[in-house]
């Protein structure tokens, strides 16, 4: 991930987001997913469990999203 002052790489950020849109079967439920995830984080947010407030959560969800997809190795089960 790569930041900068206002946050992360806008062409990082579109190039995950394209990936999991690619590598999708359903578009429409990748996008749900995002979503749902980027509620979750805005409530972790506010709940004061995420320290890293200069990533949006949909950017956040997003990234989450692009490594669980790249690295499956890394999830918890």
Request: no cysteine; proline share 5%.
């Amino acid at each position: 991930m790569i930041k900068s002052g206002s946050g992360l790489n806008s062409n990082d950020l579109a190039k995950r987001g394209e990936s999991l849109i690619r590598h999708s079967p359903n578009r429409y439920l990748t996008t749900v997913r995002i979503a749902f995830r980027a509620k979750q984080r805005r409530f972790d947010d506010f709940d004061g469990l995420l320290e890293e407030s200069t990533v949006k959560p949909v950017q956040r969800a997003i990234i989450e999203l692009s490594d669980e997809q790249d690295q499956p190795d890394l999830l918890p089960g």
